[in-house]
């Protein structure tokens, strides 16, 4: 095995598979860096090239480019409130927040050194779990994967806000996104719910334009009240010297960025939940990571743990999704749905070859990832001064740019002017929410779970009726979801509440 | 605070409506198409009133209420952050306007030149390159590129028919 795990690096390292594996790493680079322009689009449109190329090249082609996506699509987080992927707008909450008090190189250096810690435990748990992953996933049928979903969102929800009253909010929002999930076509008997007879609505409502619609027109109408550049009045300076002191950051946080790492992991190795939920869990958990309520109102203020987890959770999950699909052939994404089409172009069979005739090409997946991390945070850390420098431009030109990267981006996931509508009306209800008080992380969360939710919950009653719910792992995890929901409380109680003055 | 209260209060009677809309939909629905919506919107029905009661009845003490999200900023006087909100969504529903009227190929350049000539009140150099730049790259990367079929405005339908 060891044999095998030299050799997957050495298979990496060849000019070829390298050179083919930083065309990869550039085009995910860039791919990140555009709001929109998703990883899975990306995968789907380069399939075809790989043709040509050996099972090693086009695994380092096709996951150099998919497993920067992330990394990357934390920086436009970061910068402009805009969120780069689906799977990195939770950055947005405190990175952002960074950036707008002119340390947007700290947040950048957190985000990207996060990212590849993350990606490194992704990658080792990879290389570890495939011969021990099979009872783990086999344990998690549909009733576990609903009460999973149950627990997401009870702990984002609860952990939303501060207080009795924020709790309250935290799951309206919650419940509001799952009513949005509810939107289109049901799954099982194919009857139309709230679609008001458009065809648009059949096939629900698309998370792009959704996620850019509901981060991106807040942070831009408060960027125009504002009148001046992201980073406010703050001196130009050198924006980027506190990137430094966001790397030491990471590993200031050690734990919570293993934690988170994990975390992203062990969902994305769960089928069907993706990276959308994995950056939520995470950042619930780093604001669970607070002491007290003082340090909790933080979060969504700057807090640099805001950024470390989701980053570290979004990349993480990548490595975690490739363990069933690449032991069971069940892919854990979309994106590693796609990837198993490349499988199957490349004529392999995922399954238990993958750890015996092809085990140093499973090996070479799991170098691929290292290196072409490496490689884009190095680049980034590089570019960083420049970049950081973005939040200093003055807000009258940022404006209709990021205005016209949000509303292309939004209408790239269906080439539709419906998505162009949906983003607007999500941006005013992001736009009401944040002036209401309402924490947007549940209704995202909500929205993403809403059908994996419902498919898990009517796939347990038809299957098992009610008896689902005294299923061992069930029962464990609603106990969690109890604890989950009073925890918070019980500490409020115990630390005498809020504090301040009247708002 | 008094608006901010009735804003909070009408915020939640437009959801507590959507709730109460989704369950009576839900009613000319089959029992499984029916019962996630109805397990959903129910309880949502019932946070959303209480929340209501809340905001009507119950002032907010200190931090309590508040979310784990980000903070409109508060440094600039009321009057004109409203006029300068109703500015920028102003432009925004314009910008669609104009997507939808002459396709994104020509609102793109033409949104860019007036919102830095009009609102930002910018030089001509500075506009004009920046008009430019973002032709070329709405057109260079996602026309050329990744031929993104961009829908043709409605004008170009009339002017053709």
Known sequence: MLDAFFQGFVLVLHWQTFLIM????????????????????????????????????????????HS????????????????????SAATILDGHAMAKKGEAGRALGAALMSSLVGALVGAFALALA?????????????????????????FISSLSGQGGRAMLRGFLAGLLGLLFAMVGQDPQAGVQRFTFSQLYLWGGLDLVPVLVGLFAIPELVDLAVRGTSIAGELPAGNLGRGAWEGVKDTFRHFWLTIRCSLVG????????????????????HSVQAARDSTEREGFGKGDVRGVLGPGAANNSKEGGALIPTIAFGVPGSSAMAILLGAFYLQGIMPGPEMLDKYLTLTFSMVWTMVIANVITVAASLFLLNQLAKLTTVRGSLLIPLVLFLAFIGAYTSNNSLGDLIVFLCFGLLGYLMIRCGWPRSP????????????????????????????????????????????????????????????? | ??????????????????????????????????????????????????????????????????????EMTTDVEPQIARKRTVAIFSWTIGFL??????????????????????????????????TAFSWLFMEGLFDWLLHIPFAAGWLSFLWSS
């Open chain 1, 130 to 154: 495939i011969p021990v992953v099979r009872p783990l996933v086999l344990t998690f049928g549909a009733p576990e994967l609903f009460m999973l979903a149950v627990v997401g969102i009870a």
């Open chain 1, 443 to 503: 209704l995202v969360l909500g929205f993403v779970l809403g059908k994996i939710a419902e498919n898990n919950f009517y796939i347990s009653t038809t299957r098992y009726g009610s008896a689902w719910l005294l299923r061992p792992v069930v029962m464990i995890l609603v106990l969690v979801t109890a604890v989950v929901v009073v925890y918070p409380l019980l500490r409020l109680r115990r630390e005498g509440g809020p504090s301040g003055d009247v708002t």
């Open chain 2, 97 to 130: 306007a104009l997507i939808v009227g002459v396709g994104f190929p020509i609102a793109v350049p033409l949104f860019v030149f007036l919102y830095l000539k009009v609102a930002g009140k910018e030089r001509w150099g500075l506009t004009l390159l920046l």
């Open chain 1, 265 to 284: 992991t062990f969902i994305g190795i769960l089928p069907g939940l993706g990276g959308g939920v994995a950056q939520w869990i995470a950042y619930g």
């Open chain 1, 68 to 87: 920067v996506v992330s990394t990357t699509g934390d920086i436009t987080s970061v910068l402009f409130g805009v969120p780069g992927e689906g799977t």
């Open chain 2, 1 to 70: 605070m008094k608006s901010t209260f009735s804003l909070r209060f009408f915020f939640s009677l437009a959801v507590a409506i959507m709730a109460g809309y989704a369950l009576y939909a839900s009613l000319h629905w089959p029992f499984k198409t029916a019962l996630f919506p109805r397990v959903i919107a129910f309880p949502l029905l019932v946070l959303c009133v209480i929340e209501m009661v809340l905001s009507l009845v119950v002032a907010e003490k200190g931090r309590e209420g508040h979310a784990v999200d980000f």
């Open chain 1, 22 to 65: 930083l065309l990869g790493v550039f085009l995910g680079f860039w791919v990140g860096l555009l709001p929109g322009l998703g990883g899975s689009t990306t995968l789907a449109l380069m399939l075809p090239f790989i043709y040509k190329m050996t099972p090693v090249e086009a695994f380092a082609f096709l996951l150099g480019m």
